[in-house]
T-cell receptor, first 111, second 114 residues
Framework: GENVEQHPSTLSVQEGDSAVIKCTYS??????FPWYKQELGKRPQLIID?????GEKKDQRIAVTLNKTAKHFSLHITETQPEDSAVYFC??????????FGAGTTVTVRA | DAGVIQSPRHEVTEMGQEVTLRCKPI?????LFWYRQTMMRGLELLIY????????DSGMPEDRFSAKMPNASFSTLKIQPSEPRDSAVYFC????????????FGSGTQLSVL
């Protein structure tokens, strides 16, 4: 099955700086890569996703890049704000829609 | 749409008791997933249904766990008998298979087995 590894496990950044989270996956047939944000005590919420036919996608301050050859994808958050503090999960799936999640990255934005 | 609705939000029970978690997926979604989240193991897929049919239950820990989806708008996850190691947050999620695949989670059920 698919194995998704996520790094780092924790990330502390100064407000206004950028944050980058990286994930690797094992199944070369995976073609869908979403990112979820989970605030303390809340549900995971989809913040951005990318498909294998695209190398980069941007939505305001967040962007995701995908390198299919290397089997890795990354989340970039620019101009971080205190409300960006949360746990972020990457995930990957193939055509069968079964998402495999990374272990999560706890992001803390320091004011 | 109210999103994926789960009940109860919190459940505290004693070891050996039966626990039933409930989920109502988003209307029109044809796939439903049950996940378990713990600090140690992260988000684990327990079972997934497509058009009310269980497709993959390989993540169900053991025979004490069972899940049903009698119709398109309701699913249950049952643990009988419950054990302390079952304590976790259980999330239900739904999506539209064959379309954009975006997965939407419910608010979860925080289960504590004493």
């Amino acid at each position: 099955g698919e194995n998704v590894e996520q790094h780092p496990s924790t990330l502390s950044v100064q407000e206004g700086d950028s944050a980058v989270i990286k994930c690797t996956y094992s199944d070369s047939a995976s073609n869908y890569f979403p990112w979820y944000k989970q605030e303390l005590g809340k549900r995971p919420q989809l913040i951005i996703d990318i498909r294998s036919n695209v190398g980069e996608k941007k939505d305001q301050r967040i962007a995701v890049t995908l390198n299919k050859t290397a089997k890795h994808f990354s989340l970039h958050i620019t101009e971080t704000q205190p409300e960006d503090s949360a746990v972020y999960f990457c995930a990957a799936s193939r055509y069968d829609y079964k998402l495999s999640f990374g272990a999560g990255t706890t992001v803390t934005v320091r004011a | 749409d109210a999103g994926v609705i789960q009940s109860p939000r919190h459940e505290v029970t004693e070891m050996g008791q039966e626990v039933t978690l409930r989920c109502k997926p988003i209307s029109g979604h044809n796939s439903l997933f049950w996940y378990r989240q713990t600090m140690m193991r992260g988000l684990e897929l327990l079972i997934y249904f497509n058009n009310n049919v269980p497709i993959d239950d390989s993540g169900m820990p053991e025979d004490r766990f069972s899940a049903k989806m009698p119709n398109a708008s309701f699913s249950t996850l049952k643990i009988q008998p419950s054990e302390p190691r079952d304590s976790a947050v259980y999330f239900c999620a739904s999506s539209v298979q064959g379309s954009d695949e975006k997965l939407f989670f419910g608010s979860g059920t925080q289960l504590s087995v004493l």
